[in-house]
C-alpha cells in the first residue's frame, strides 16, 4: 500500500503543484512555482517574516540607509557557505547585483529579467528606448561583511523589494561556471544558460539535485551545511506538477502527494474536516472590478461608476464563492498592509441607489461589454465564470445590461484588458510581491494605463511623492490619502481579499503559510 | 444396399420478423457405390441446402431444423454426433463448392490446405504430407505441383483454384463426393477440363458423385442418375438417358423445352417455362409448380402429388404427367390437357407472368 | 487494311455499324512518387467487324477476352485507344461529346446484372423516364407515359410495374426493365452485354425469345456478347469468336457450327455440352490445356498458340495471324486450310500457369471504418 | 516492398511542406501572441511590443516562415519559447510518456477487446454477447475525463490500489535513458522503478482504452461474422478439421484484416484521448503540452511537434499497411 | 373428414392460389428507404433508441416552459443556501427536486433547459461536418468517379487536405480552433463540426467511387444522361446511407466531444443557456463535495449519446446492402 509511506520515508516530502518551474535562475523568473523553487535553495538579503510581510534579516543582518535615503548599508552574515563550498561575502552581493546591473542583449529582454525591471527599471546600459534609468546605481564592498548599495533615488521599493526571491544571491562561481549570463540563441531561439536549468547554486536550507521534466518532479535535498538558523527537517523534498484541481485532490487523497498548493474553496472544509491539514494564507491580494472610462463615455461620469459599485452585491459574492476567510474589500489593498485607510468612502449594495445614480446620469440604458477570463484559476479569484455570473446578474438586477464576452486567460485577455479599449468592463487581481503598499495601488494607478482608460495628473502626482519619501511614516500617510482619493474617484470597484489556503497531509506539520506565498519547507516534518 | 440413402430430406429455415423457407421438403433418393448421381433444378430449388444438410454443414443457429434420414453406410448423417462428423468428414464424404476463389482460404498457401485435410485424417505431416500434397495437385493436373504448394489462391487462375478444391476433396480418397456446381463460375474450355477431371476420378476410384447443377447439359453428359428438384422436392427421378427421351413431368419438359442447344438452327423458338420460381404455390397446398405449369388440372391443387413409380424405373411427382411418346394419350393429349385446365376455373385465367412481389420478404 | 474487309462501306451501306482496327488498352501504372505507365492490358488489341441493319452479331469468347470491353468502346463508354467506330456513317470516335450524347439515343445497352445496372433508388417509371428527359422525347409527363406503356407492354411488364423499385422485381423482370429502358428511346442499334447470362434456364428462355420478337418487330440492330456459345448460336446470324482482345473467327452461326475452322473455335464448340445423352456420348472433345493467358502480357505471334493442339513450330509462334477469308469465313490462323482437310493432327499441349492480373487489393482501398468513438 | 516505404516516405516531403506552410499561416493567425502568456498581468504594451521584437515576430510572415524553413532543413526545430528548452528535447522528454500510455491503451484495448469480440460472435444472441455489445456501447459514450475521474476515485482514493497521478513514484531513483520508463526500467535493472511505471499505467490506461476497446470488441466482432459466412469456412469445415484448428486457422487470421485497419486508424485518436487523460491523470506527455502551448502561442513547440506528429502518424499507417501484407498476401504494397 | 368439408379446404386452397397470382395493382411500390425503415421499426435497439431520442428531443423542445425555476436564476445564493466556496451546495429538497448547482441555481431546471443546448450543439455541429464533409467528399468523389483526368488531380487534391486533417489530433484541431474563434457556443459547434469534416468526406468519397463503377451509372451515361446529373441523381443518393448512418452515430459523438471540450475550457462559458457539456465541465470544482452535480449531466449526456449510437447502429444494419434481397 503506497498511501501510507515508510518509516524510513518519513523524510521525504511530495508537494503538488500546479504548473512546472520554467526556470531555476530566480533572476529570470516570474512565475510563482519558479520563485517557490528558488526560496527553498537561495536566500536573500533580507526576507519577509515567517507566516508575514515585515522585512526580516536574511542574509543581511541589519540594513541602514544614509541620510539621503538613497545609499543603504547591509551588514551581512558571516560564515556562509554557497552549496558549491565557497563563501558567501560582500563581494559576492557586488557580483550579484553587477551581474544584472551590467545585463546586456536578451537578458535585458522583459521576460528574461522580469522582476528586475519592474523594481530597477532598466539596466547599466540601456538597449531599449522604452527602458527607464536604473534605480540601482552601484554596489560597494567594504569589507567581507558590509556592502553599499547606491540607489540613483529614493524609492519605496527599498529596501523591501529585495525581499523577492529574484534578488536571491548565486554563488560567483557557480555563475562563472555555468555561463549563468549567457542566454545563448537567435532572437526568435532563446535558450537559457545550463546554470539556470541544472546547477541553481544558493545558501539556502536545500539543495538542488534533479528536474524530472519526463516525470514533472523536481528534487531537492537537504543541504546538510546550512549555517543559518535550522538546518531542513526534510531530507528529501519533490516538487511534483499536478496541473488539475481535481488531480491534486485526488493525489492526496491517494496518498500519492503530502500537500499541495492552490486549494479549490469548495475542497478546503471537507478536507479539512477529513483531517488534512489546511494552512489559510492571510489575504494579500485584491479582486477588483476595472472599469475603462474610454470604453464607454457614460463610464467616465462619476454617477455611473458609483451606480456600478452600489449596484453589487458583494458580500453575498463572498459569502457564497470564496474560502472561509475571504472579506469585502473597501479598497484597492488588503489590511494588512501600512496605508490602509479604515475611513475611504465604501460603497454598500444598494440597488434603489444605483438605480437612481444611473437615472441622474441619464444612463438608464447603459449596455456594457464586460470581458472576463477563461481557462484559470488565480489566488484573488478561485473561479472567474462564477464571478462573472453573480457579478452581471447584479448589474443587470439595476438594469444595466451586460454583454459577456469570455476570453481565454493568456493570450486573449491579458490582451483585452490591458491594452485595447474595447472592454468597458473587466475583472483583475493582484498579489502583492512584498509588504508595500506601493506595490499594489502604485502598480495599478500611479500613471495612465489603457485597462482604466482615464488620465488624472493630480493623483498620478501624488504619487510620485509619496513613492520618493523616504520616511515611512510620512509614506504611510501619503498612503492613506491616496486610498481615499482612490476611492473617491472610484476608477474601479474593489472586491474582495481572499485567503488562498495550502493543504498539507494529516502527518505533516511545521509549514506556516505566508501571504507572499513564501512557505519554508525547511520547518516541514512529519509527526511521529 | 446403396452407399448413401436419402429419405424424406427436409430443411426449414424459421427466422424472426420473416415467412418460414421450407427449403428443402422431402427429398428421397440414393447413391450407390461408383455411381454419379444429379440433382438438377433452378436457383432456389434447394440443391445447395441439400448438400449441406447431407455434410453437416448447415450454419447451427436456432431456426434451421433439419428432418429425415440420410443413410451413408449404416451411419445416418443426419443423426451422427458433432465429433464423429467432423471425422466423416473430408476422409468419407467430401465436398467441391461454387466458387473456387472464395472457397479457398485467400490467406493460406494452397500446400497447407491441402496438408491439412492430410494430417488430419491420414495422419501424414512434415515432408510426406507435402509429398503427398504434391501429388494430388499433380493429379489434378496442376502443373509444376511442388512451386504451386507455396502459392497463394489469388495467384492461380480460376481453373487452378478450382482443381486444387478437387485436390483437397479427393485427398483422403472419400467413397462419396458431392460437387455442388463445380463449374458454374468457369468458362466453358475450363469446364470441360474439369468435367473431364472428375469424371476420371470417378472411373478411377470408384467413389460415388453426386453432381449438383442447373446445366442439364452437363447432367446429359455424366450422370447415371438424374434427380430433377423443384422448390425443394423431387419432382422426377430416372435414368439419364430415358430422362432425356422421354422426360415425364412437365417441369424437366419445360427445362429442356428451354435450353438453346448449339445444334439447333438460328431462331428456332424456345419454349421457355413461363412466370419464375418465385411463383411457388407451398407444397402443402398442392403441386408447387402447378402455377406456372401450362398441363395443370383440377387435380393439382389441394392434395400435394404422390410419387409415381412407374415401371422404367422412373418416379415423377404429377397427377398430370406427359404422356411417353408414341403412348397412345400422345395423341389424346391436347383434349386431356384442356379439359380440366377449363374446370379450373380462375388459375388458369391469371397470366401466371404478373405474380407481383417476392414473397420471401413478407413477414410472417 | 486486311483482306477481310469484304463489304465496301457506303453513305447509307447495309451495314449499321462498322469497326475498324479498334484498340483498348488500358494503362497499368505504378511509379515511386509520380505513377507512370509500365504497360497496357491489351483488351481489345485490333478488331474489325460489322453488322449489318437488322441482323444480329454475335460475340463469343472466355472470360476477360475483351467482349465487354469491345461492346462499351463501340458505344463510346470506354474511349478507344484507335481505330474508327463508324455508326450509321457517321464516326462515332471523333464526335464532340455533346453530339455523341445527342447520338446515344440510337444505341442503347443491355447488361448482364439486372439488378446492379438498375438504379436501386429509382422506380421503375423514373428509370424509363430519365432517358426521355436526357433527349427531350415526349412533350409532357403523359406523352412520356404513353411511350412509357407501349414499351412496358413491349417487353412484358404490367402496368402497375411503374411505381415499383427493381428489388420488387423477380430477376427476368428486371432484365425486362433493363430491356424497356433500352427501348425507350427507340434505338437502332442495342449492344446486350451477356443478357441471360445472369438469369435461370427458364428465364433465360423467356427473354431470349422476347429478344429475338423485339427484332423482329421493330427492326433492331443487335451485338450480342455472350460466353454461352448455344445461346449466340440461338439469336446470331453471324458469330465473332474472340480470344484475348481479337477476333479469331467470324462466320454465319451455321457454318461456324458445321465447320469450324480456327482450332480455337472447334474447341469451344466441342466444349459446350448439350443436353442430349445421344450428343454427348458420341462427342469428341477437344480439352484445352490451361487457362487463357493475361491480356496484359500476350503470347507472341499468334495469342492461341500457347494452347493450340495444331499449333506448329513456324509462324505460330512468330507472326500474329490476320484475319482471312474463307468461303463465307474470316478466320486468323496460319494453318486453317491444313486443318480443316485433316491434314494437321493435333497433338498432346501442356499447361502453362498463368497469373490472374490485379485481383489482390492495394492498401490504398482498405476504408476507413466508419466507427463512432471521441476519444474525449 | 522497399519500393512501396521509399514512395510513401517521399511523398511524405510534399505533404509536409504543405502542413508547414498551413500550420504556420494558421497558427500565426491566432490572435495574440506569446509574449502576454510569458508577461501575465504584469505585462505593459511596450514589454510586449520588446519580446515580439525580440522573437522576430514582427517581421513579415514571409521572412519568419523562410527563418523556420532554413531551420527546418537542417533538421532543427528551434527552441519552445514558453520553457526556452529546445523543441526536440522537449519532445523526447514528453513523447515517451503519451507512447507508453497509448501502447498501454491499445494493449488492453487489443488483449480483451478481440477475444471478447470473437467470443461475442461465437455466441451470437446469448447474454455474452449482449452484454459485450452494450458495454461496448456504453465505453463509447461514455467522456474519458469523467470515467478517469471515477476510475481514480474508486482504485486509488478509496482501495487505494493504483496511484492516481504521474508516471512513477518521485521518491524512486530510477535512470533515465529513453524516457520511455518502463524500457529504462528494464535496461537498467531496476526492477522496482519499472515495476511503479507499469503500476502508474493501469489506471491512465484503462480510461484511454475504454473507447479503442469499445471499438474493437464490435469491429472484431462483426468482421468474426463476417468471416464465418465465408466459403473457406465452410470449406475448411467440409475437411472435417477441428474446431480449434478452423478458429485459429481460418477465422481468426482472415478476421484481424479489419481490425489491424481499425487499430492503425485509432492511433491518431489515441492522441487526441491523451490530452484529457493526460490532464486528469497528471502524466507527463505531449497531449496536455501541446493545449498549453495552444494557450502560450508558443510557435517553435506547436509547429515541431505537429510536424513530428504527422510524420510518426504516416510511419504508423505505413507500418499498418505492411502489416497487412503479412496478414493478407493478397494484399500487393506498392 | 366430409366431402363437404374436403371441398371446402379446397376452395380455401383454390382461393390462395387465386391471391397468390392475384394483380396487387393499387399498391404502391417501396422503396429502398422505405425497406430500411420497415426493418428499422423491427429491430429492439432502434426502438430503444429512438423511444430514448424522443424523451430527449420532447424535454428539449417544451422542456423549458414547464421548468420550476428559470436556468440563470441564482436563488440558492440570494437566499444564502449555497456557499459554494465554503463547500455547501444542498442537495436535493422538496423544492429544489435536484438540488441546487454550485452558484445556486435549481439543478433540475438546468438539466431540462441543457437539453435543448446540448441538442443544439450536436445537431448543429455534425450538420457542420456533415455539410463540409459531404461538400468536400462530394465533388472529390464525383471528380475520382466520372471526372477523367482532371477530376484525379482535384481528387487527389482534395483528399491531401483532407489526410492532413485526419493526421492532427481531432481535440487539438478543435484547440486550436478554439483558440481562433474564442469561446463560445458557435466556436464548439464549429470545433467539433469540423473535426468530423475528414470522416464525412472520405466515407461519401469511398462510397460515391464505388458507386460510379456499377452498372447503373454505365447505364445512364449509355442513355445519354449528363455526367453532373448522373452524379446528382444517381450516384450521390446512392452513396448516402453510410453518410447518413455516420451522421447518427457523430451526433453522439458530438454530444461528448462538446463535453471534453467545456472540460478544457473551451465550452461555451454563457451560463444563461444551460448545456450539459458545460455543466458537466462546471462540476468538476466541486466534484469533492456534491458529485451529484456531474453525474446528473453525465449520466443524461452518456444516455443520450447511446440513445444516438443504438439508433445510428441499428440503421447501419437496415440500410447494410448485404442485407438486402
Ligand atoms: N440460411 C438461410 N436462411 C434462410 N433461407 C435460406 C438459407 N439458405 C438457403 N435458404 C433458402 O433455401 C432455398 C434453397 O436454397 P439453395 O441454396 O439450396 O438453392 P440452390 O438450389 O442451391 O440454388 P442456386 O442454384 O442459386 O445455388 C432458397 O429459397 C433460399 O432462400
Ligand atoms: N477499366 C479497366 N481497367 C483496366 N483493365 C480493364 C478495365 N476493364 C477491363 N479490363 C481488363 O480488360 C480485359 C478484358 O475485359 P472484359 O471485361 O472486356 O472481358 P470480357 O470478355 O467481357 O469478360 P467477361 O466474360 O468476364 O465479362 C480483362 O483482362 C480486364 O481485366
Ligand atoms: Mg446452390
Ligand atoms: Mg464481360
Redesign the pocket.
Known amino acids: 500500500d503506497r498511501g501510507e509511506s515508510g518509516a524510513s520515508q518519513k523524510d521525504t516530502l511530495v508537494f503538488g503543484v500546479a504548473g512546472d518551474p520554467k526556470v531555476l535562475d530566480p533572476s529570470l523568473a516570474s512565475d510563482g512555482e519558479s520563485l517557490r523553487v528558488a526560496r527553498q535553495v537561495f536566500e536573500t538579503l533580507v526576507r519577509p517574516e515567517e507566516g508575514g510581510t515585515k522585512i526580516t534579516p536574511g542574509l543581511a543582518e541589519s540594513w541602514t540607509p544614509d541620510s539621503t535615503g538613497t545609499v543603504w548599508t547591509f551588514k551581512l552574515r558571516s560564515g556562509v557557505k554557497f552549496h558549491d563550498g565557497t563563501d558567501f561575502n560582500a563581494e559576492a552581493v557586488c557580483v550579484n547585483f553587477n551581474r544584472w546591473y551590467n545585463a546586456t542583449g536578451l537578458m535585458q529582454s522583459p521576460d528574461v529579467t522580469p522582476y528586475w525591471q519592474d523594481v530597477m527599471g532598466g539596466f547599466a546600459k540601456n538597449e531599449r528606448d522604452d527602458l527607464p534609468e536604473s534605480l540601482f546605481k552601484s554596489c560597494t564592498a567594504k569589507d567581507a561583511t558590509t556592502v553599499d548599495l547606491a540607489f540613483t533615488r529614493v524609492s519605496s521599493k527599498v529596501p523591501a523589494a529585495l525581499m523577492l526571491p529574484s534578488f536571491s544571491i548565486h554563488s560567483p562561481k557557480a555563475l562563472e561556471e555555468y555561463k549563468a549570463s549567457a542566454i545563448g540563441g537567435s532572437a526568435d531561439n532563446v535558450q537559457y544558460p545550463s546554470y539556470a536549468m541544472e546547477h541553481p547554486t544558493g545558501t539556502g536550507p536545500f539543495k538542488f539535485k534533479s528536474w524530472d521534466v519526463a516525470n514533472k518532479t523536481l528534487t531537492l535535498e537537504r543541504n546538510e551545511d546550512y549555517s543559518g538558523t535550522q538546518k531542513a527537517k526534510l531530507k528529501t523534498l519533490i516538487f511534483k506538477t499536478i496541473s488539475d484541481e481535481n488531480a491534486r485532490k485526488q493525489a492526496l487523497r491517494s496518498g500519492d502527494i503530502q500537500g499541495y498548493d492552490l486549494v479549490g474553496p469548495a475542497d478546503v472544509e471537507p478536507l479539512k474536516n477529513e483531517g488534512f491539514n489546511m494552512l489559510t494564507r492571510p489575504a494579500f491580494n485584491i479582486l477588483y472590478l476595472a472599469i475603462n472610462q474610454k470604453g464607454n463615455p457614460k463610464l467616465a461620469d462619476i454617477k455611473v461608476r458609483q451606480a456600478i459599485a452600489y449596484a453589487l452585491n458583494r458580500q453575498a459574492l463572498v459569502d457564497s464563492k470564496l474560502p472561509p476567510g475571504a472579506k469585502v474589500a473597501t479598497q484597492f489593498m488588503p489590511d494588512t498592509v501600512e496605508g490602509w485607510n479604515p475611513t475611504v468612502t465604501t460603497y454598500d449594495y444598494n440597488v434603489d441607489k444605483a438605480k437612481q445614480l444611473l437615472a441622474e446620469a441619464g444612463a438608464t440604458n447603459l449596455t456594457l461589454r464586460f470581458h472576463y477570463p477563461t481557462e484559470v484559476t488565480r489566488p484573488y479569484m478561485p473561479n472567474p465564470k462564477d464571478i462573472f455570473e453573480l457579478l452581471s446578474t447584479d448589474l443587470q438586477a439595476v438594469g444595466i445590461k451586460v454583454q459577456g464576452i469570455p476570453l481565454k486567460w493568456t493570450p486573449d485577455y491579458l490582451n483585452a484588458t490591458s491594452s485595447g479599449s474595447d472592454h468597458d468592463l473587466h475583472f483583475l487581481g493582484w498579489t502583492g510581491d512584498y509588504g508595500d503598499a506601493y506595490n499594489f495601488i502604485g502598480t495599478m494607478f500611479d500613471r495612465q494605463k489603457p485597462e482604466w482608460g482615464f488620465n488624472n495628473p493630480a493623483l498620478f502626482a501624488l504619487f510620485k511623492q509619496a513613492d520618493s519619501t523616504a520616511d515611512s511614516a510620512a509614506r504611510f500617510e501619503l498612503y492613506k490619502q491616496l486610498n481615499a482619493e482612490v476611492m473617491k474617484f472610484l476608477p474601479g470597484v474593489p472586491i474582495s481579499h481572499s485567503p488562498p489556503a495550502i493543504v498539507f497531509g494529516k502527518d505533516v506539520t511545521g509549514v506556516k503559510a505566508s501571504p507572499l506565498t513564501d512557505e519554508r519547507f525547511a520547518t516541514a516534518e512529519f509527526k511521529s | 444396399m446403396a452407399l448413401l440413402d436419402v429419405e424424406d430430406l427436409s430443411v426449414t429455415f424459421r427466422q424472426r420478423g420473416k415467412r418460414t423457407v421450407r427449403a428443402v421438403d422431402g427429398v428421397s433418393f440414393s447413391v450407390d457405390t461408383g455411381e454419379v448421381v444429379g440433382l438438377v433444378g433452378e436457383s432456389g430449388c434447394g440443391k445447395s441446402v441439400t448438400s449441406l444438410a447431407l455434410m453437416g454443414l448447415l450454419p447451427r443457429q436456432p431456426g434451421i431444423s433439419v428432418g429425415g434420414k440420410a443413410d451413408f453406410d449404416g451411419t445416418d448423417l443426419l443423426r451422427v454426433d458433432r465429433r464423429a462428423m467432423r471425422d466423416i468428414r473430408g476422409r468419407d464424404v467430401a465436398m467441391i463448392f461454387q466458387d473456387p476463389l472464395s472457397s479457398l482460404n485467400p490467406v493460406i498457401p494452397i500446400g497447407r490446405q491441402v496438408t491439412e485435410v492430410l494430417s488430419r485424417h491420414r495422419g501424414l505431416s512434415g515432408d510426406a504430407a507435402r509429398k503427398e500434397a504434391a501429388a494430388l495437385l499433380e493429379r489434378v493436373g496442376i502443373p509444376d505441383p511442388t512451386r504451386r504448394l507455396k502459392e497463394y489462391p489469388h495467384q492461380l487462375s480460376g481453373g487452378m483454384r478450382q482443381r486444387a478444391l478437387i485436390a483437397i476433396a479427393v485427398a483422403c480418397q472419400p467413397r462419396l463426393l458431392i460437387a455442388d456446381e463445380p463449374t458454374t463460375a468457369l468458362d466453358v474450355t475450363i469446364q470441360a477440363q474439369i468435367l473431364e477431371l472428375l469424371k476420371d476420378l470417378v472411373r478411377d476410384s470408384g467413389t460415388a458423385l453426386v453432381m449438383i447443377t442447373h446445366d442439364l447439359g452437363v447432367v446429359a453428359g455424366m450422370c447415371d442418375t438424374v434427380n430433377v428438384l423443384y422448390a425443394g422436392r423431387v419432382v422426377e427421378t430416372a435414368r439419364r438417358r430415358p430422362l432425356f427421351a422421354e422426360p415425364r413431368h412437365p417441369y424437366t419438359v419445360g427445362l429442356l423445352g428451354s435450353i438453346p442447344r448449339l445444334d439447333a438452327g438460328r431462331g428456332d423458338k424456345l419454349s421457355p417455362i413461363p412466370g419464375s420460381v418465385r411463383d411457388v404455390l407451398p407444397w402443402a397446398d398442392g403441386c408447387a409448380f402447378a402455377p406456372r405449369c401450362d398441363r395443370q388440372v383440377e387435380a393439382c391443387v389441394g392434395e400435394p402429388p404422390q410419387l409415381v413409380l412407374t415401371h422404367t424405373d422412373r418416379t415423377y411427382r404429377c397427377v398430370n404427367p406427359v404422356p411417353p411418346i408414341g403412348s397412345p394419350a400422345a395423341a389424346a393429349e391436347p383434349a386431356a390437357a384442356a379439359e380440366p385446365a377449363a374446370e379450373a376455373g380462375p388459375v388458369t385465367e391469371e397470366k401466371p407472368s404478373t405474380v407481383p412481389a417476392p414473397r420471401e420478404e413478407e413477414s410472417a | 487494311m486486311t483482306d477481310g474487309n469484304v463489304s465496301v462501306p457506303s453513305e447509307r451501306g447495309e451495314n449499321l455499324v462498322e469497326v475498324r482496327d479498334l484498340k483498348v488498352h488500358?494503362p497499368i501504372s505504378r511509379g515511386v512518387i509520380f505513377d507512370r505507365v509500365v504497360g497496357h492490358?491489351k483488351?481489345v488489341d485490333g478488331v474489325d467487324l460489322s453488322i449489318p441493319r437488322g441482323k444480329t452479331y454475335g460475340l463469343v469468347?472466355e472470360?476477360?477476352?475483351?467482349?465487354?470491353?469491345?461492346g462499351r468502346a463501340l458505344l463510346q463508354l470506354?474511349p478507344p485507344t484507335s481505330g474508327q467506330v463508324n455508326f450509321d456513317g457517321v464516326e462515332l470516335t471523333t464526335l464532340p461529346p455533346n453530339k455523341m450524347r445527342s447520338m446515344r439515343r440510337r444505341m442503347q445497352m443491355i447488361f448482364q446484372d439486372p439488378m446492379s445496372s438498375l438504379d436501386p433508388r429509382q422506380n421503375v417509371e423514373s428509370i424509363l423516364v430519365e432517358g426521355l428527359q436526357a433527349h427531350g422525347i415526349g412533350a409532357d409527363r403523359t406523352a412520356r407515359r404513353e411511350i412509357i406503356t407501349k414499351t412496358l407492354d413491349a417487353v412484358g411488364l404490367p402496368k402497375w410495374a411503374l411505381s415499383r423499385y427493381p428489388h420488387e422485381f423477380s430477376g427476368g423482370q428486371r432484365q425486362r426493365i433493363g430491356i424497356a429502358r433500352a427501348l425507350v428511346l427507340g434505338p437502332d442499334l442495342i449492344v446486350a452485354d451477356?443478357p441471360v447470362s445472369a438469369l435461370d434456364v427458364s428465364i433465360q428462355a423467356q427473354v431470349v425469345n422476347l429478344l429475338d420478337e423485339l427484332q423482329t418487330e421493330l427492326g433492331l440492330t443487335y451485338l450480342v456478347?455472350a460466353?454461352d456459345l448455344a445461346v449466340v448460336r440461338h439469336i446470331s446470324d453471324t458469330i465473332g469468336v474472340?480470344y484475348l482482345g481479337a477476333l479469331v473467327e467470324e462466320a454465319p452461326g451455321d457454318r461456324l457450327y458445321r465447320e469450324p475452322l480456327h482450332p480455337y473455335t472447334r474447341a469451344l464448340m466441342s466444349a459446350v455440352p448439350v443436353p442430349d445423352p445421344e450428343v454427348e456420348d458420341r462427342r469428341e472433345r477437344i480439352l484445352l490445356a490451361g487457362d487463357l493467358p493475361s491480356?496484359a502480357n500476350p503470347p507472341t505471334g499468334c495469342r492461341f498458340h500457347t494452347r493450340c493442339p495444331w499449333a506448329q513450330p513456324t509462324r505460330c509462334a512468330e507472326e500474329r495471324p490476320v484475319l482471312r477469308q474463307i468461303g463465307d469465313s474470316r478466320v486468323a490462323c496460319h494453318w486453317a486450310e491444313p486443318i480443316a482437310s485433316g491434314e494437321l493432327r493435333p497433338h498432346k499441349v501442356s499447361a502453362q500457369i498463368v497469373r490472374p492480373?490485379d485481383e489482390g487489393d492495394t492498401p490504398g482501398m482498405v476504408s476507413a471504418p466508419s466507427e463512432p468513438g471521441s476519444f474525449v | 516492398m522497399i519500393r512501396f516505404i521509399v514512395r510513401r516516405l517521399l511523398q511524405l516531403i510534399p505533404a509536409l511542406f504543405g502542413l508547414s506552410i498551413l500550420l504556420f499561416i494558421w497558427l500565426h493567425r491566432l490572435p495574440g501572441g506569446p509574449e502576454t502568456a510569458i508577461l501575465g498581468e504584469r505585462g505593459t504594451p511596450e514589454m510586449r511590443a520588446a519580446i515580439r521584437h525580440n522573437l522576430g515576430l514582427d517581421e513579415p510572415i514571409l521572412v519568419q516562415y523562410g527563418r523556420f524553413m532554413r531551420r527546418m532543413i537542417r533538421l532543427d526545430l528551434g527552441s519552445s519559447i514558453a520553457t526556452k528548452r529546445e523543441v526536440t528535447t522537449e519532445f523526447l522528454q514528453r513523447f515517451p510518456g503519451t507512447v507508453e500510455l497509448a501502447v498501454t491503451a491499445l494493449i488492453i484495448a487489443i488483449a480483451v477487446g478481440i477475444p471478447l469480440g470473437y467470443l461475442a460472435a461465437r455466441r451470437r444472441g446469448k447474454l455474452l454477447d449482449h452484454v459485450s455489445v452494450a458495454g461496448s456501447l456504453i465505453g463509447v459514450c461514455i467522456p474519458v475525463f469523467f470515467l478517469a475521474y471515477v476510475l481514480k476515485a474508486i482504485f486509488a482514493e478509496n482501495l487505494h490500489l493504483f496511484p492516481s497521478s504521474g508516471r512513477q513514484d518521485p521518491t524512486i531513483e530510477a535512470t533515465r535513458i529513453t524516457n520511455f520508463f518502463v524500457l529504462d526500467g528494464l535496461m537498467t535493472r531496476e526492477w522496482d522503478a519499472a515495476a511503479d511505471a507499469i503500476w502508474h499505467l493501469v489506471l491512465p490506461g484503462l480510461a484511454l482504452a475504454s473507447i479503442p476497446l469499445a471499438i474493437i470488441v464490435r469491429i472484431t466482432r462483426a468482421s468474426v461474422l463476417e468471416v464465418l459466412g465465408e466459403d473457406f469456412v465452410r470449406t475448411a469445415e467440409a475437411k472435417g478439421l477441428t474446431e480449434r484448428v478452423v478458429r485459429q486457422r481460418h477465422v481468426l487470421r482472415n478476421a484481424m484484416l479489419p481490425v489491424a485497419t481499425t487499430i492503425g486508424l485509432l492511433t491518431g485518436g489515441l492522441l487526441s484521448g491523451a490530452v484529457l487523460t493526460e490532464t486528469v491523470f497528471a502524466f507527463s506527455g505531449i497531449g496536455a503540452f501541446i493545449a498549453d502551448s495552444i494557450s502560450q502561442r508558443d510557435y517553435p513547440v506547436l509547429m515541431g511537434f505537429i510536424m513530428i506528429i504527422a510524420v510518426l502518424f504516416v510511419l504508423v499507417n505505413l507500418i499498418v499497411d505492411l502489416s497487412y501484407s503479412l496478414i493478407d498476401p493478397r494484399v500487393r504494397v506498392r | 373428414m366430409t366431402i363437404t368439408e374436403r371441398a371446402r379446404k379446397k376452395a380455401e386452397k383454390l382461393d390462395r392460389l387465386g391471391e397468390l397470382s392475384a394483380v396487387r395493382d393499387e399498391e404502391r411500390g417501396v422503396s429502398l428507404w422505405q425497406e430500411a425503415f420497415r426493418r428499422l421499426r423491427r429491430n429492439p435497439a432502434a426502438i430503444v433508441g429512438t423511444v430514448v431520442l424522443g424523451l430527449f428531443v420532447l424535454v428539449a423542445i417544451v422542456g423549458p416552459i414547464f421548468v420550476p425555476y428559470g436556468p440563470t436564476d441564482t436563488i440558492g445564493i440570494r437566499e444564502g443556501l449555497v456557499k459554494s466556496g465554503q463547500g455547501i451546495i444542498p442537495g436535493s429538497s422538496a423544492d429544489h427536486w435536484l438540488g441546487f448547482d454550485h452558484q445556486g441555481r435549481d439543478e433540475f431546471s438546468r438539466l431540462i433547459v441543457g437539453a435543448r443546448q446540448t441538442l443544439l450543439v450536436g445537431v448543429v455541429s455534425t450538420l457542420i461536418g456533415l455539410a463540409i464533409g459531404a461538400l468536400v467528399g462530394g465533388i472529390a468523389g464525383a471528380a475520382a468517379g466520372l471526372g477523367g483526368r482532371w477530376g484525379r488531380w482535384l481528387d487527389t487534391g482534395l483528399m491531401r487536405i483532407v489526410d492532413m486533417l485526419l493526421a492532427l489530433p481531432s481535440l487539438l484541431l478543435a484547440v486550436s480552433i478554439a483558440a481562433l474563434l474564442g469561446a463560445s457556443l458557435t466556436t464548439v459547434m464549429i470545433a467539433v463540426g469540423v473535426v468530423s469534416v475528414p470522416v464525412f468526406a472520405r466515407l461519401l468519397r469511398g462510397s460515391m467511387i464505388a458507386q460510379s463503377n456499377t452498372d447503373y451509372v454505365l447505364a445512364a451515361t449509355s442513355l445519354g444522361v449528363r455526367r453532373s446529373k448522373i452524379a446528382l441523381s444517381h450516384v450521390l443518393p446512392n452513396s448516402l446511407a453510410p453518410v447518413i448512418v455516420q451522421a447518427t452515430l457523430t451526433l453522439a459523438t458530438a454530444i461528448i466531444e462538446a463535453a471534453a471540450l467545456s472540460f478544457l475550457g473551451l465550452g461555451n462559458p454563457d451560463s444563461a443557456v444551460p448545456e450539459w457539456g458545460v455543466m458537466l465541465a462546471d462540476a468538476q470544482p466541486y466534484l469533492g463535495i456534491r458529485p451529484a452535480l456531474a453525474i446528473y449531466p453525465a449520466v443524461a449526456i452518456i444516455i443520450t449519446a447511446l440513445g444516438f449510437t443504438l439508433l445510428g447502429e441499428a440503421m447501419r444494419e437496415a440500410l447494410d446492402p448485404k442485407l438486402r434481397k
Open positions: 488500358f492490358v483488351a469468347g472470360s476477360g477476352c475483351g467482349k465487354s470491353t469491345l470506354t451477356e456478347i460466353h474472340m491480356p492480373e
